[in-house]
């Protein structure tokens, strides 16, 4: 698991980012550590404990990337691609994702929460037990993807498909839904309610 060291500048409560005692705005060596951590994701090698939160990753080919037990909340993605990662008890909460692919994805135990996503496709994909409460999605595919016991609990999602894909156990609770598709899903399985 990554650790929780606190940023040592004074006043400040966010999380010091690998390789720096510091978080990214208090650091002097940001743009450094902003490619050291981009090259190791890139790698897909496996990467696991990292922390950076607050930047930008503009086109960027995260295929193949292997991540574990990391912190990639409040950043910004915009045309990355990540397809064919595999992503265990990864943070990306509160990030905004734009034109971003998740093609062939294998997720366990990730946190999306709170995040945006904006013409983005999971197409394919097996995302078990991963948390998107709260999001905002846009224009988002996750057609013929294995969601099982995942949370889209008070999420808003417009435009969303989830067409022939496993809902069981997934819970739509409390979400705002326009234009969502559950064709030859299991949606009978998923939960909407709490009675």
Not at 59 to 71: K, P
Not at 94 to 107: H, P
């Amino acid at each position: 698991m990554f650790s929780f060291n606190t940023c040592v500048s004074e006043g400040c409560t966010h999380l010091a980012v690998t390789g720096s005692p510091h978080c990214l705005a208090h650091t002097e060596q940001s743009e450094g550590i902003v490619a050291s951590v981009t090259k190791q994701i890139s790698s897909g090698q496996p990467v696991g404990s990292v922390i950076l939160t607050g930047t930008q990753f503009e086109d960027e080919d995260f295929s193949n990337s292997r991540l574990y037990a990391c912190s990639l909340s409040r950043n910004i993605f915009i045309n990355c691609n990540f397809s064919s990662s595999f992503l265990q008890l990864t943070y990306f909460v509160f990030s905004r994702f734009i034109n971003c692919t998740f093609e062939g994805l294998t997720v366990k135990y990730a946190v999306f929460a709170g995040s945006e996503f904006e013409q983005c496709t999971f197409e394919g994909s097996d995302i078990y037990h991963t948390n998107f409460l709260g999001i905002g999605a846009r224009d988002v595919n996750f057609n013929d993807s294995d969601l099982y016991y995942s949370c889209f609990t008070q999420a808003q999602l417009d435009n969303v498909s989830f067409q022939d894909c496993n809902l069981k156990k997934v819970d739509f609770y409390e979400t705002k839904r326009s234009n969502v598709s559950f064709k030859y899903s299991n949606y009978e399985e998923a939960v909407f309610s709490r009675d």
